[in-house]
C-alpha cells in the first residue's frame, strides 16, 4: 500500500521560499502520477500543481504558476515542490497525493495523499 509523508513546511515571511517533499514508501512513486494541493481554514482543497508519472509534463494553477515548481527525484521516491515570493494567500495546509490523472487531480479524486505539512506566510 502506497504512503505518503509530506515535510519541508514552516514559517517564512512574504517573498520567501520554501521547499515541500513528498516520500513514498510501500511502492515506487513512479507508477503513479503526482499532484500538491492546500487547503486554507474555511476553504475548499484546490489543486496547486501535478507531475505525470509517464511523460514527466506539469500542471499548475494559475494563483501559483510562474511562483512554484513541481519536479520528481525518482531514485529518492520523492516529489518536491518548490515555492517561491510566497504570498500570505498561499498559508495553507499543503498535502500530496496519488491520483490516476490530471483530469481526476482537478476533479479533486486522489487515490492516496498524506498527512499533510503547514506553511504560513506572514510578516
Known amino acids: 500500500q502506497l504512503q505518503l509523508v509530506e515535510s519541508g513546511g514552516g514559517l517564512v515571511q512574504p517573498g520567501g521560499s520554501l521547499r515541500l517533499s513528498c516520500g513514498a514508501s510501500?511502492?515506487?512513486?513512479?507508477?503513479?502520477?503526482i499532484g500538491w494541493l492546500r487547503q486554507a481554514p474555511g476553504k475548499e482543497r484546490e489543486g496547486v500543481s501535478y507531475?505525470?508519472?509517464?511523460?514527466?509534463?506539469?500542471y499548475y494553477a494559475d494563483a501559483v504558476t510562474g511562483r512554484f515548481t513541481i519536479s520528481r527525484d525518482k531514485a529518492k521516491n520523492t516529489v518536491y515542490l518548490q515555492m517561491s515570493s510566497l504570498k500570505p494567500e498561499d498559508t495553507a495546509v499543503y498535502y500530496c497525493a496519488a491520483v490516476s490523472g490530471l483530469l481526476l487531480f482537478r476533479l479533486g479524486k486522489y487515490d492516496y495523499w498524506g498527512q499533510g505539512t503547514q506553511v504560513t506566510v506572514s510578516s
Open positions: 510501500g511502492c515506487t512513486l513512479d507508477d503513479y502520477a
Open positions: 507531475i505525470s508519472s509517464s511523460d514527466g509534463s506539469t
